[in-house]
C-alpha cells in the first residue's frame, strides 16, 4: 500500500475525534472518504497530514512510518495535502502560487506538467490568484501540491462550492492521478461526484470508519442511499 493508516487516534486537547480510523490508499487508486459534517474527515487529514498529532495508530507512506512528523516535511516525504477552501495566496500570481508547491523540492517542479494537467491555467500565469474564479483557485491550488512531485495526494472536499462542470474536470483530474501512479484520497461531500471516479470508499460517522467498499457496493444499501444520495437510487 502506498498509504497505510491503522489504528489511528486523533483529536484536539484533550477532546478525541478520532477512534481507532485505518485505511489503506495502493498507488494508483482514489479512495473517497465520505461522512456528514462533523464527522472527522478533516480531522483525518489533519492527522495524517501532521497539522494536529495523532495520539494513537500508524500512518506509512510508501513503507516509510511518517505519523506525527511535522507538517512541513511531509510534502518531501512525498504526502500533499489540498486543504479545503482552496487556498491560494490571493495577491501572488499563479505563477508563484504554483511555484511555492516546489519549495519542498529546492525550488525545482515541473510547471509544464501542471499546466497539461489544467491548460487553462497557462493563459493566466502572469495574473494574480486572487482574480481567478473559484474552479481555477481549486485547479491552482491542486497544481501547487503536484509541484512537489507527491506519491499521494489528499484532498479535503475540492468540489466545494464549484459548478457540475468544473467539478467534473477537478474529478478528470484527479483520474488522471490515478493513472501516473499516485495514491488519491479524496474526502467529499458530493458523494455522486467521489462515488463516480472512486475505486473504493469509506463512510465515517463520529470519528470511526462505519462502512466500506466499492462505490457500486454502497450504493445498494439503503441507509448510505438516504443519507448522502438524497434516497435516489443508483
Ligand atoms: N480546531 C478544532 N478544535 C476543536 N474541535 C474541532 C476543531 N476542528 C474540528 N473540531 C471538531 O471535530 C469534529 C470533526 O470535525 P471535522 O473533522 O471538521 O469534520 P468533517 O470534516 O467531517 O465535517 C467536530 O465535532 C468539530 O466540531
Ligand atoms: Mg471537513
Aim: charged share 20%; with cysteine.
Amino acid at each position: 500500500m502506498m498509504l497505510a493508516v491503522r489504528g489511528l487516534d486523533a483529536g484536539y486537547g484533550k477532546l478525541a475525534i478520532l477512534h481507532d480510523v485505518s485505511l489503506d490508499v495502493a498507488a494508483g487508486e482514489i479512495v473517497t472518504v465520505v461522512g456528514s459534517n462533523g464527522a472527522g474527515k478533516t480531522t483525518l487529514l489533519r492527522a495524517l497530514n501532521g497539522i494536529i498529532r495523532p495520539t494513537a495508530g500508524t500512518v506509512t507512506l510508501d513503507g516509510i512510518d511518517i505519523a506525527g512528523r511535522a507538517t512541513e516535511k511531509m510534502a518531501a516525504l512525498g504526502l500533499m495535502h489540498v486543504p479545503e477552501n482552496r487556498l491560494c495566496f490571493p495577491s501572488l500570481s499563479v505563477r508563484d502560487n504554483l511555484n511555492l508547491g516546489a519549495w519542498s523540492r529546492g525550488g525545482k517542479g515541473d510547471l509544464a506538467a501542471v499546466l497539461e494537467l489544467f491548460p487553462r491555467l497557462e493563459p493566466r500565469l502572469g495574473q494574480a490568484a486572487g482574480t481567478l474564479s473559484g474552479g481555477e483557485q481549486q485547479m491552482v491550488a491542486i497544481g501547487r501540491g503536484l509541484m512537489a512531485s507527491p506519491k499521494a495526494i489528499i484532498l479535503d472536499e475540492p468540489s466545494i462550492g464549484l459548478a457540475p462542470k468544473v467539478v467534473a474536470e477537478i474529478m478528470r483530474v484527479l483520474t488522471e492521478l490515478r493513472s501516473r501512479g499516485l495514491a488519491v484520497l479524496l474526502v467529499e461531500q458530493n458523494v455522486r461526484a467521489s462515488f463516480g471516479i472512486a475505486d473504493r470508499a469509506v463512510v465515517m460517522q463520529r470519528g470511526r470508519v462505519v462502512l466500506e467498499g466499492t462505490p457500486a457496493e454502497l450504493v445498494e444499501l439503503p441507509e448510505v442511499r438516504n443519507a448522502y444520495l438524497g434516497g435516489a437510487a443508483a
